[in-house]
């Protein structure tokens, strides 16, 4: 254990010999934190007055945080200049000093302990709200960066329109990614379901590029009813985080109900039903006896081939009603991503399918979403 008198010793070296200030001192001789004396230098051996600058470091921060994000809680880190730790690597070498604070460590330690004082917030080292970067330069220049951590909401929509598609095509320029020529959407436009949530959620929460899980989807020129279509949307670096009230999205093409809470997306595949409303249309004349065929895909098990597999889903329940000579509706409850035209027409091999057990040739003109539950 090091005595007062070497201490003091250690102390009178460090600061005459390489000119170190309060703060590079105190790293070396104590296990606290803090600087020991208020009589510092302006260039000190180690951090060459880095140290000294907490304060102007802490007001660019809050420059880049405070009034820009919501956040209940944050971390600071820091890139240094490698000629740092070299400077304080040869001294901590030359006079043996071991087990002792680095630079990186004391620094992030006053900045957060600072920052937590001002702004009477958190730090939170696995899921922060707001992730700080506080990049010192080779020149001493300080720059700082911020990004919020994502936020992933849940919703879903009605689609009252048709002729909308669900996804809306990438921006050329950036491919999703967000950049300015497409005003950080990553769109090309906002002329889908995907672009009216998307317009609507970046104004709201201030956020970038959002990226959509969709439970199942559907034709443009399918209508979606009942409770909607369920999803999930993560937005990138929110400035707006919390949000006091659902938000109601209510357009001529779709109306959308966004959850206020935050939500987790589902890591495995999410299992869900869906009602569908098929028009169908056969090639002769269909008559009641054909229909009532149809109720053999009760409970029925479709086989559907994509590419080399074989994918299997079931049908829970079938009504049909006639319309006309050859036109009829059929309603459908069936697992989530019921390939509806390959089961109306037989294509790809599958099977069951309407069209051989009605013994016309069908196909689906139109289908409608009446309704989406998620198991």
């Known amino acids: 254990m090091v005595n007062a008198h070497q201490r003091q010793s250690l102390k009178l070296e460090l600061r005459k010999r390489y000119n170190l200030c309060s703060y590079c001192i105190s790293r070396h001789l104590t296990v606290g934190r803090g600087r020991l004396s208020d009589d510092d230098f302006d260039r000190c051996f180690i951090c060459c007055g880095l140290m000294n600058r907490l304060d102007f470091i802490i007001g660019r921060i809050e420059e880049t945080v405070k009034e820009v994000y919501e956040f209940d809680t944050f971390l600071i880190g820091t890139i240094l200049p490698p000629d740092i730790y070299e400077?304080?690597?040869?001294?901590?070498?030359?006079?043996?000093?071991?087990?002792?604070?680095?630079?990186?460590?004391?620094?992030?330690?006053?900045?957060?302990?600072?920052?937590?004082?001002?702004?009477?917030?958190?730090?939170?080292?696995?899921?922060?709200?707001?992730?700080?970067?506080?990049?010192?330069?080779?020149?001493?220049?300080?720059?700082?960066?911020?990004?919020?951590?994502?936020?992933?909401?849940?919703?879903?929509?009605?689609?009252?329109?048709?002729g909308l598609p669900q996804k809306q095509t990438k921006c050329t320029q950036c491919e999703g990614r967000g950049c300015g020529f497409c005003n950080n959407s990553g769109l090309s436009g906002y002329r889908s379901v995907e672009g009216i949530i998307t317009h609507q959620l970046m104004c709201l929460t201030k956020s970038n590029a959002p990226r959509f899980s969709w439970v199942g989807s559907e034709d443009q020129n399918s209508l979606v009813s009942g409770e909607g279509r369920p999803f999930f949307v993560r937005l990138s670096d929110p400035k707006v985080r919390f949000l006091r009230n659902n938000l109601n999205i209510d357009t001529p093409e779709i109306y959308a109900v966004i959850e206020a809470r935050p939500k987790c997306v589902p890591q495995s595949p999410i299992r869900f039903l869906t009602k569908t409303k098929i028009l169908v249309e056969s090639a002769n004349t269909i008559t009641e006896n054909n229909l009532e065929d149809l109720n053999l895909l009760n409970n029925a098990t479709v086989q559907f081939q994509n590419k080399d597999k074989i994918i299997t889903k079931k049908i829970y329940s079938v009504e049909a009603r006639k319309i006309k000579d050859n036109r009829f509706e059929l309603t459908l409850l069936a697992d989530g991503g019921f390939a509806i035209k390959k089961f109306v027409s037989g294509l790809q091999n599958t099977s069951p399918n309407v069209s051989k057990i009605v013994g016309n040739k069908c196909e689906s003109i139109l289908f409608d979403i009446s309704d989406v539950n998620m198991q």
């Open 87 to 162: 400077r304080e690597d040869q001294i901590r070498a030359r006079l043996k000093i071991r087990g002792k604070e680095s630079i990186k460590n004391q620094l992030l330690n006053e900045l957060r302990r600072k920052f937590e004082i001002i702004t009477k917030k958190k730090v939170d080292y696995l899921l922060p709200d707001v992730s700080i970067s506080v990049a010192v330069g080779n020149g001493m220049e300080v720059n700082v960066a911020a990004k919020a951590r994502t936020l992933t909401l849940a919703g879903h929509y009605i689609k009252k329109q048709r």
